[in-house]
């Protein structure tokens, strides 16, 4: 593969060393997978990867196998996650220890560590392998397909899985439009949350006259529950940079931005890494493939403010301003950064653009739902066994995300709501599990496609309290500029404080209602249009809590501190943990005997309710 | 100079490396300090008073000196649903600070981060550079006592 391009390049250096191309491309190639994404590294993977090293060196099979440290398999709560190859065997929650283990029986004496293995806890079987889990089963990788495969620190990796040739098609075969018709055709929609179509994008800005374009990749991912762009940018961060680079050429801007979050040091190391090396190659820089397109990239940091994420607000930041949208139009495609045409796209849009151009219109368009294209990568969180990140085709039920891919609810409790899109999106009951995965039904449904964070609540998780959360928190991150916005929020969100202490008053949803859909209307930018939306869809399918907290003052979900009462059972045997650990000693009791909590001194703090090894203590 | 040589790596008088700048210096220092402001004001051409008004704007920078170490407790929808408001308010209660202060001792400062993107280790704090998942309000006060905070009670 990389001989081909040789010879139709002079001009960049695509050559993959021939055993770079075996190690990635000969399926019989003996390696071992050892995840190195933020989540596995959290969990000790690095002292893993240095072990499993040391165990091979010791065997004298260094140069035999080759241990490789690749991005994120998506399994993160199962991590540290080790695959071994030839035969995918999929371990989980691996310990430095195991090296030896894996070393010694696995790879030389052949047998397979069962005690590693994932027991999926929804069937009760054993997975052997990756591809025969549950929560694989009904993924479909493809954006995310070099993720866990590749060494992401290693450019010769991914020039080994076609990478780069979808640049070199464009820059080299097509004109700027056939690339823009091409993305239009496909039917390929922002990926960042209100799904704009990419190629209308691209053509406005293309059209629009300026001196200089420019295009910028939103890495910005603020969304709290998710992590898609950190997992993919860690995993593969070359398909993003080649993305940006195809925009580059498509809308005819010589100068890239990646806005990514400060909050992701391992995302920012990697992209580093990757400019410099696409850098070297001649990927990026002047006349790229011998054209007469010039194309540079530059990496600038989010600060911890989340309306960065909204496109003109993200422009502000990179000029050295003050993150404060700005009203549109004129859209970012005709006056964006330093008033000049500039387009902005997602991480995970971008990163289809070289697959799309790669394998043309009709292969991305045969993906997904009529009106929503391709797969979405997901972060799959909350109360469900299988937590990680996800990718399925549009159209997918939320059904078969919650129970088939994320094996159902933990602890054997209820399922109560999918949370979709954030702190703009909704909260969606059991009656909508079957609703399809795609813009316009989730939209129908009062939520949001988003950028893909889906958090799930069992019966534990309150409603007003997850309103109440969201709405704390985009009340914090409103930029002050527009008032229904910065007062609106303030005044919903002190209701919603109330409600939660017991003190709401009769008519309090239905002013919450009122000013929510005040705020929606009259919200300059996408942060104050959509942060009512976790009130609005929470009253709107569970209303019934709201009242019981403002006339019964109860929680029936037992979450919303004020409203709540600890009691010790009887599975207690005094081993007097809790009494020692609560801060405002409440508790009180003979060792050896049932304790017993004084409700008044109780400053519901749950310190005991977390700490008893005994689950003797209850809350209701 | 606290900063000449970040400066010298930028290009004077380009406002739009200024948060960069500002990254760099908090980096280097833990803190933006208003000496530090006043010579990125020189550099840039921007009013000190601008440049505090930017870099209040966001969360990410501190104008007063942290602790030793800077505990994060992240506060994301899935550390939500799992608990973290409980983590919170007990180390907040063990520290005797709130979150966006810094102990009397300096050992700790205490900060709430919005999503540090590790969502499948839920809940999650930050000890400095280094992550500590599936926390509960028991795990996260051990946690502290290995850094030297706390005094109540021992457990065991």
Same mark, same amino acid.
């Given at each position: 593969?990389?001989?081909?391009?040789?010879?139709?390049?002079?001009?960049?250096?695509?050559?993959?060393?021939?055993?770079?191309?075996? /190690?990635?491309?000969?399926?019989?190639?003996?390696?071992?997978?050892?995840?190195?994404?933020?989540?596995?590294?959290?969990?000790?993977?690095?002292?893993?990867?240095? %072990?499993? !090293?040391?165990?091979?060196?010791?065997?004298?099979?260094?140069?035999?196998?080759?241990? !490789?440290?690749?991005?994120?398999?998506?399994?993160?709560?199962?991590?540290?996650?080790?695959?071994?190859?030839?035969?995918?065997?999929?371990?989980?929650?691996?310990?430095?220890?195991?090296?030896?283990?894996?070393?010694?029986?696995?790879?030389?004496?052949?047998?397979?560590? &069962?005690? @590693?293995?994932?027991?999926?806890?929804?069937?009760?079987?054993?997975?052997?392998?990756?591809?025969?889990?549950?929560?694989?089963?009904?993924?479909?990788?493809?954006?995310?397909?070099?993720?866990?495969?590749?060494?992401?620190?290693?450019?010769?990796?991914?020039? /080994?899985?076609?990478?780069?040739?979808?640049?070199?098609?464009?820059?080299?075969?097509?004109?700027?439009?056939?690339?823009?018709?091409?993305?239009?055709?496909?039917?390929?929609?922002?990926?960042?949350?209100?799904?704009?179509?990419?190629?209308?994008?691209?053509?406005? /800005?293309?059209?629009?006259?300026?001196?200089?374009?420019?295009?910028?990749?939103?890495?910005?991912?603020? &969304?709290?529950?998710?992590?898609?762009?950190?997992?993919?940018?860690?995993?593969?961060?070359?398909?993003?940079?080649?993305? =940006?680079?195809? /925009?580059?050429?498509?809308?005819?801007?010589?100068?890239?931005?990646?806005?990514?979050?400060?909050?992701?040091?391992? %995302?920012?190391? !990697?992209?580093?890494?990757?400019?410099?090396?696409?850098?070297?190659?001649?990927?990026?820089?002047?006349?790229?493939?011998?054209?007469?397109?010039?194309?540079?990239?530059?990496?600038?940091?989010?600060?911890?403010?989340?309306?960065?994420?909204?496109?003109?607000?993200?422009?502000?930041?990179?000029?050295?301003?003050?993150?404060?949208?700005?009203?549109?139009?004129?859209?970012?495609?005709?006056?964006?950064?330093?008033?000049?045409?500039?387009?902005?796209?997602?991480?995970?849009?971008?990163?289809?653009?070289?697959?799309?151009?790669?394998?043309?219109?009709?292969?991305?368009?045969? *993906?997904?739902?009529?009106?929503?294209?391709?797969?979405?990568?997901?972060? =799959?969180?909350?109360?469900?066994?299988?937590?990680?990140?996800?990718?399925?085709?549009?159209?997918?039920? $939320?059904?078969?995300?919650?129970?088939?891919?994320?094996?159902?609810?933990?602890?054997?409790?209820?399922?109560?709501?999918?949370?979709?899109?954030?702190?703009?999106?909704?909260?969606?009951?059991?009656?909508?599990?079957?609703?399809?995965?795609?813009?316009?039904?989730?939209?129908?449904?009062?939520?949001?496609?988003?950028?893909?964070?889906?958090?799930?609540?069992?019966?534990?998780?309150?409603?007003?309290?997850?309103?109440?959360?969201?709405?704390?928190?985009?009340?914090?991150?409103?930029?002050?500029?527009?008032?229904?916005?910065?007062?609106?929020?303030?005044?919903?969100?002190?209701?919603?404080? +109330?409600?939660?202490?017991?003190?709401?008053?009769?008519?309090?949803?239905?002013?919450?209602?009122? $000013?929510?859909?005040?705020?929606?209307?009259?919200?300059?930018?996408?942060?104050?249009?959509?942060?009512?939306?976790?009130?609005?869809?929470? *009253?709107?399918?569970?209303?019934?809590?709201?009242?019981?907290?403002?006339?019964?003052?109860?929680?029936?979900?037992?979450?919303?501190?004020?409203?709540?009462?600890?009691?010790? *059972?009887?599975?207690?045997?005094?081993?007097?943990?809790?009494?020692? @650990?609560?801060?405002?000693?409440?508790?009180?009791?003979?060792?050896?005997?049932?304790?017993?909590?004084?409700?008044?001194?109780?400053?519901?703090?749950?310190?005991?309710?977390?700490?008893?090894?005994?689950?003797?203590? *209850?809350?209701? | 100079?606290?900063?000449?040589?970040?400066?010298?790596?930028?290009?004077?008088?380009? +406002?739009?490396?200024?948060?960069?700048?500002?990254?760099?210096?908090?980096? $280097?220092?833990?803190?933006?300090?208003?000496?530090?402001?006043?010579?990125?004001?020189?550099?840039?051409?921007?009013?000190?008073?601008?440049?505090?008004?930017?870099?209040?704007?966001?969360?990410?920078?501190?104008?007063?000196?942290?602790?030793?170490?800077?505990?994060?407790?992240?506060?994301?929808?899935?550390?939500?649903?799992?608990?973290?408001?409980?983590? $919170?308010?007990?180390?907040?209660?063990?520290?005797?600070?709130?979150?966006?202060?810094?102990?009397?001792?300096?050992?700790?400062? @205490?900060?709430?981060?919005?999503?540090?993107?590790?969502?499948? =280790?839920?809940?999650?704090?930050?000890?400095?550079?280094?992550?500590?998942? +599936?926390?509960?309000?028991?795990?996260?006060?051990?946690?502290?006592?290995?850094?030297?905070?706390?005094?109540?009670?021992?457990?065991?």
């Amino acid at each position: 593969m990389g001989d081909d391009i040789t010879t139709v390049s002079v001009h960049v250096n695509l050559t993959v060393p021939a055993e770079v191309t075996d /190690a990635i491309n000969n399926p019989d190639h003996k390696w071992i997978a050892v995840c190195m994404g933020t989540g596995c590294t959290s969990s000790a993977s690095t002292e893993l990867h240095k %072990a499993l !090293r040391e165990q091979l060196d010791s065997h004298n099979l260094n140069g035999q196998v080759e241990v !490789r440290r690749t991005g994120c398999f998506g399994f993160c709560e199962q991590g540290p996650i080790v695959v071994v190859y030839p035969g995918e065997t999929f371990y989980t929650r691996v310990k430095p220890q195991d090296a030896k283990a894996i070393v010694e029986q696995h790879i030389l004496g052949g047998q397979r560590l &069962d005690r @590693l293995l994932f027991h999926d806890p929804a069937t009760n079987a054993v997975a052997e392998s990756w591809h025969k889990m549950s929560f694989y089963g009904k993924q479909k990788r493809v954006v995310l397909q070099n993720c866990g495969i590749i060494d992401p620190e290693n450019i010769d990796h991914y020039l /080994a899985k076609e990478g780069y040739l979808g640049l070199h098609k464009a820059v080299t075969e097509m004109t700027p439009q056939q690339v823009i018709e091409v993305v239009s055709k496909s039917g390929l929609r922002g990926r960042g949350g209100a799904g704009f179509p990419t190629g209308s994008k691209w053509a406005t /800005a293309r059209q629009a006259p300026g001196t200089s374009k420019y295009v910028i990749c939103n890495a910005d991912e603020g &969304d709290p529950g998710a992590f898609m762009n950190r997992s993919l940018l860690e995993g593969d961060p070359h398909c993003m940079l080649e993305g =940006l680079a195809i /925009a580059g050429y498509a809308v005819g801007a010589k100068q890239g931005f990646v806005y990514v979050r400060a909050e992701y040091p391992l %995302a920012v190391e !990697r992209i580093q890494k990757a400019i410099q090396a696409s850098r070297e190659r001649g990927l990026l820089g002047p006349s790229i493939f011998g054209s007469d397109f010039d194309f540079n990239i530059e990496i600038r940091l989010g600060a911890g403010a989340f309306v960065c994420g909204e496109e003109t607000a993200l422009m502000q930041s990179i000029e050295g301003r003050r993150g404060m949208p700005k009203p549109r139009p004129p859209y970012p495609a005709q006056k964006g950064l330093w008033g000049q045409p500039t387009t902005i796209n997602n991480v995970e849009t971008l990163a289809w653009v070289p697959l799309i151009i790669r394998q043309g219109s009709e292969w991305y368009a045969n *993906i997904g739902t009529n009106t929503s294209k391709g797969n979405k990568t997901f972060a =799959l969180t909350g109360k469900v066994n299988n937590t990680g990140l996800v990718e399925v085709p549009m159209g997918t039920t $939320l059904r078969e995300l919650v129970f088939d891919i994320g094996g159902g609810i933990r602890d054997n409790r209820k399922f109560k709501a999918v949370q979709v899109g954030g702190p703009s999106g909704g909260c969606l009951p059991a009656e909508y599990l079957d609703t399809p995965i795609d813009y316009e039904s989730l939209q129908a449904a009062g939520s949001m496609m988003g950028s893909g964070g889906m958090v799930v609540m069992d019966e534990r998780n309150c409603a007003v309290d997850i309103a109440h959360y969201f709405l704390s928190f985009t009340q914090a991150e409103s930029c002050g500029k527009c008032p229904p916005c910065r007062a609106g929020t303030k005044r919903m969100l002190e209701i919603l404080e +109330r409600i939660k202490l017991g003190q709401g008053e009769p008519d309090d949803v239905d002013r919450l209602e009122k $000013l929510a859909n005040t705020v929606k209307i009259g919200s300059l930018c996408g942060l104050g249009q959509t942060a009512p939306n976790p009130v609005l869809t929470t *009253i709107r399918y569970f209303r019934d809590e709201y009242m019981a907290h403002i006339t019964e003052h109860r929680c029936p979900a037992a979450a919303c501190q004020a409203l709540i009462t600890y009691e010790i *059972i009887d599975a207690c045997n005094g081993c007097t943990l809790c009494a020692r @650990l609560c801060p405002s000693n409440a508790i009180s009791g003979e060792r050896k005997q049932k304790h017993v909590i004084d409700t008044k001194a109780c400053i519901r703090c749950g310190v005991c309710y977390d700490s008893c090894n005994y689950n003797a203590i *209850i809350v209701h | 100079m606290i900063s000449t040589e970040i400066l010298a790596k930028y290009p004077r008088g380009d +406002r739009g490396f200024l948060i960069p700048i500002l990254q760099e210096v908090q980096e $280097l220092h833990g803190y933006v300090s208003p000496d530090a402001v006043d010579e990125i004001s020189a550099f840039i051409g921007v009013s000190p008073g601008e440049i505090f008004g930017v870099a209040s704007f966001y969360a990410a920078f501190r104008f007063t000196k942290p602790g030793k170490h800077i505990v994060k407790v992240c506060r994301g929808t899935a550390c939500h649903v799992r608990g973290s408001s409980r983590i $919170l308010e007990m180390v907040e209660r063990e520290l005797k600070v709130k979150a966006g202060e810094t102990t009397s001792d300096g050992l700790f400062s @205490l900060e709430r981060i919005a999503c540090f993107g590790c969502c499948a =280790l839920a809940p999650v704090v930050l000890v400095d550079k280094e992550v500590h998942g +599936r926390m509960s309000s028991t795990r996260a006060r051990r946690l502290l006592t290995q850094y030297g905070g706390t005094h109540g009670p021992e457990e065991g």
